[in-house]
């Protein structure tokens, strides 16, 4: 029968399906809840790298990257071929019961010694025991429970209780696995966007919050008509374009049948501060021909991304005072202005511009900015 702690657990742990940055307290939890030494789960992927991870309790942080760092898994690795028929799917089994078994059914032969003996010598662990949680022929996932020498709690009830959580553990990977490559994949592109002060925000089908950029922290920090409810997801501050939001979201992550061009639509926030409203692009996120999210992209018009002329001096030969006069018009300052910044007269600073626009070849202000923009895209600077 499951207590109100092992029900505390369970909803931690679907409570953090979409937040796998929050699976290293899971493990804590995990290991708190069985009373043992360390909880760690890993997921193992042949065909996508970036699906590779691992979580595990605190009590292991210190000694784990030593473990990854001598490549001490190497050792492990046999046993992933044949661990799902070893602990048939849901069942937690000792490391000596799994290298016998795999020694049984494989000719690929597996010897924990060392890392048996390894792991005793820095942590005190004593015993192990391994499940396979998911099994593809592409990836594996799998849980490790560590008993330490001195734990006084019995291996048998303590196993068996483990095993409660696993088909839980699961389904929690599985279900997460397509958000997981989401954040993995996008987590550059969003680094490069937040140069652009473009807000994103990446969403399940649903709509609830994956991840977003630095840009979109920013734009929700100014509480203007967009904010996040009490359920972590994007609210409008108006009801009606928040109802369209979410129609939106649903009609472009339908299935596959839907044509492109219905995967993409465009809306306009307004703001109780009056200031521009915030221009909204939602588009499906497609993993092969399947919708798997969505991806919003928020514009605020009144944030004014710096254009860069940093490489007109290679590119036209300018010094370093027609450089910084350039930068400066590229900005949308005009002579007097210029000749204030730079503390010139204005006769100076005329003289320059015209050298500016005549190296540049155009011929008045527009064209210079034109000019930068088709040389260099507006970006702010990498703080």
């Keep these: 029968m499951i207590d109100q702690k092992q029900i505390e657990v369970i909803d931690l742990l679907y409570k953090s399906i979409l937040t796998p940055e929050k699976w290293g307290s899971l493990m804590d939890r995990l290991t708190d809840d069985l009373d043992v030494f360390s909880v760690n789960m890993l997921l193992a992927d042949k065909v996508l790298a970036e699906l590779q991870n691992s979580w595990t309790s605190k ?28 602990s048939q ?112 925000f990446l969403l399940s089908n649903s709509g609830d919050l994956i991840d977003k950029n630095e840009a979109a922290k920013n734009i929700l920090d100014q509480n203007d008509g967009l904010s996040l409810d009490v359920k972590n997801r994007m609210q409008l501050s108006e009801r009606s374009a928040n109802e369209t939001l979410y129609n939106i979201i649903d009609k472009v992550t339908l299935g596959s049948s839907q044509v492109k061009g219905a995967r993409r639509a465009r809306l306009i926030a307004q703001r109780p501060s009056n200031s521009s409203g915030l221009l909204l692009e939602v588009s499906a996120l497609m993993h092969y021909d399947l919708p798997v999210g969505a991806l919003v992209i928020v514009t605020d018009p009144d944030q004014k991304a710096i254009i860069d002329t940093s ?62 923009l088709s040389i260099n895209i507006p970006v702010d600077e990498k703080p």
């Excluded at 009590?59 to 070893?86: C, D, R």
């Excluded at 996932?141 to 291996?155: G, R």
């Excluded at 930068?327 to 511009?353: F, H, M, P, V, Y």
Aim: neutral net charge.
């Design 89 to 200: 799917g849901s069942r937690l089994v000792h490391v000596d019961e799994i290298e016998r078994s795999h020694n049984q059914l494989s000719d690929n032969k597996l010897d924990l010694s060392y890392v048996n003996q390894w792991v005793l010598e820095q942590d005190g662990i004593t015993d192990r025991f391994i499940s396979s949680l998911n099994h593809h022929v592409s990836h594996s996932d799998h849980i490790c429970v560590c008993f330490h020498q001195d734990n006084k709690t019995n291996l048998a009830s303590t196993v068996q209780r483990g095993n409660l959580y696993l088909p839980h553990l699961a389904n929690l990977v599985n279900v997460s696995r397509p958000f997981l490559l989401l954040k993995a994949r996008f987590n550059a592109v969003l680094d490069v966007l937040d140069r652009f002060k473009l807000g994103v």
């Design 311 to 372: 490489h007109f001096t290679e590119l036209f030969g300018l010094t370093p005072s027609e450089q910084e006069v350039c930068q400066l018009l590229a900005q949308g300052s005009k002579s007097n202005d210029i000749a204030d910044i730079r503390s010139t007269t204005i006769e100076t600073s005329r003289g320059q511009i015209k050298s500016v626009l005549s190296k540049t070849k155009t011929f008045q202000q527009t064209e210079l900015v034109r000019l930068a």
């Design 59 to 86: 009590s292991l942080l210190s000694n784990f990257p030593i473990y990854m760092e001598k490549k001490l898994y190497l050792h492990e690795m046999p046993m992933v071929e044949t661990l799902h028929q070893t």
